[in-house]
């Protein structure tokens, strides 16, 4: 910043002693600035070009990393406000690496469009886990009052606020889902899990319309030792596998089908930890709440961390117990199955990512 001053006096010098010598000699027909001058001021530009380059970009990623800030929002006046009052993490509870070292962390992403809110509430209630990581979005479709609502959400949940673990990017980006724009939000979310999220394990990205078919104990216990290290590691190697149930017409369209009760079976015999994808308020779902994941309505899928009673209908999980006690139950032994099957030898090479 001091070069780019020093640069911009240097360059106003010049100009005004330019100007001052045409001034002095109004009769003289006006001549060519002299080559040496042009070099001058070819200097000047480009220590400024390359100094203004190098601000916006630090500045691009610096209103990147906030959940408070729009892919675009540099270009926004109210961008300028500071990112450290954040409204969703009032009081973080760090919980110390060292005693989680056992206990994968799973960073999440849930993005939604218009008419998405309620369900991405329900989806987040049905995957919250004290130990992940969650961001959620609604993209610019869908409108202010509902972005609002499931800001509120977000802000008044006392488990959420308390643990701070929850994040929403309120500045909403536009979402095309055909192109780079997706992309685009993806990493946008992970910037902001990686800036503010702690240390975790996985990244899962799903919809409002993804629903899960196993506790997150169970999700966490697979993924705790998940397969031979020479394998796999995390990070390093990939295999072409879903871990979606999703119902296609015949012939495939563009769209999968919304799944019912009449695919019950079908998800469950899949052994995926999630589905897709759903009306809201569909009876399949609290079918997989009541069966799956023991979840009553409008509470948090129980799980080894939940410390509270049910009494008087209250939400056993309500009070954070330890974060590292899990009971995994027949989800984990269902995606223990599926785990096997894509790291199989049958599998694993054919589906491996070159």
């Known amino acids: 910043m001091r070069e780019m001053k020093k640069s911009l006096k240097a360059f106003l010098t010049l100009r005004h002693q330019q100007q001052q010598q045409q001034h002095s000699s109004p009769n003289l027909p006006q001549q060519h600035p002299q080559p040496p001058i042009n070099m001058e001021y070819r200097k000047y530009f480009l220590i400024l070009a390359v100094g203004s380059t190098f601000s916006v970009?630090?500045?691009f990623l610096t209103t990147l990393s906030s959940p408070d800030a729009g892919l675009f929002s540099f270009l926004s006046p109210s961008s300028t406000s500071s990112s450290s009052s954040s409204i969703f993490v009032e009081s973080k509870l760090k919980i110390s690496s060292s005693s989680l070292s056992s206990t994968p962390r799973i960073a999440y992403l849930i993005s939604g469009s218009i008419g998405d809110g309620d369900m991405l509430k329900r989806t987040l209630m049905a995957l919250y886990h004290p130990n992940n990581q969650y961001v959620v979005h609604l993209d610019l479709e869908a409108p202010s009052t509902e972005r609002l609502g499931v800001r509120r959400y977000v802000e008044g949940h006392p488990v959420f606020r308390?643990?701070?673990?929850?994040?929403?990017?309120?500045?909403?980006?536009?979402?095309?889902?055909?192109?780079?724009?997706?992309?685009?939000?993806?990493?946008?979310?992970a910037a902001i899990l990686l800036r503010e999220g702690g240390?975790?394990?996985?990244?899962?990205?799903?919809?409002?319309?993804d629903y899960p078919l196993v506790r997150q104990d169970g999700?966490?216990?697979?993924?705790?030792?998940?397969?031979?290290?020479?394998?796999?590691?995390?990070?390093?190697?990939?295999?072409?596998?879903?871990?979606?149930?999703?119902?296609?017409?015949?012939?495939?369209k563009q769209h999968p089908h919304y799944l019912t009760l009449r695919d019950m079976s079908a998800m469950v015999d899949s052994n995926a930890?999630?589905?897709?994808?759903?009306?809201?308020?569909?009876?399949?779902?609290?079918?997989?709440?009541?069966?799956?994941?023991?979840?009553?309505?409008?509470?948090?899928?129980?799980g080894g961390w939940c410390a509270g009673q049910s009494i008087n209908g209250s939400d056993p999980c309500s009070i954070v117990g330890?974060?590292?006690?899990?009971?995994?139950?027949?989800?984990a032994v269902?995606?223990?199955?599926?785990?096997?099957?894509?790291?199989?030898k049958e599998n694993f090479r054919p589906r491996q990512c070159k």
């Open 57 to 59: 970009v630090l500045f």
């Open 162 to 189: 308390a643990v701070g673990n929850v994040r929403m990017i309120t500045r909403a980006n536009l979402v095309t889902y055909r192109g780079p724009t997706m992309v685009a939000n993806t990493l946008h979310a």
């Open 199 to 209: 240390e975790w394990d996985w990244f899962i990205n799903l919809s409002a319309s």
């Open 219 to 252: 999700i966490n216990s697979r993924f705790a030792d998940p397969f031979e290290p020479s394998a796999a590691d995390e990070g390093v190697r990939g295999i072409r596998g879903d871990i979606h149930f999703i119902s296609w017409d015949n012939p495939p």
């Open 273 to 302: 930890p999630f589905a897709r994808k759903f009306h809201p308020d569909d009876p399949v779902l609290d079918k997989i709440d009541a069966e799956l994941l023991f979840r009553k309505p409008r509470m948090l899928a129980p």
């Open 322 to 331: 330890n974060a590292t006690l899990l009971k995994p139950g027949h989800g």
């Open 334 to 344: 269902r995606l223990q199955r599926l785990m096997e099957l894509l790291l199989s």
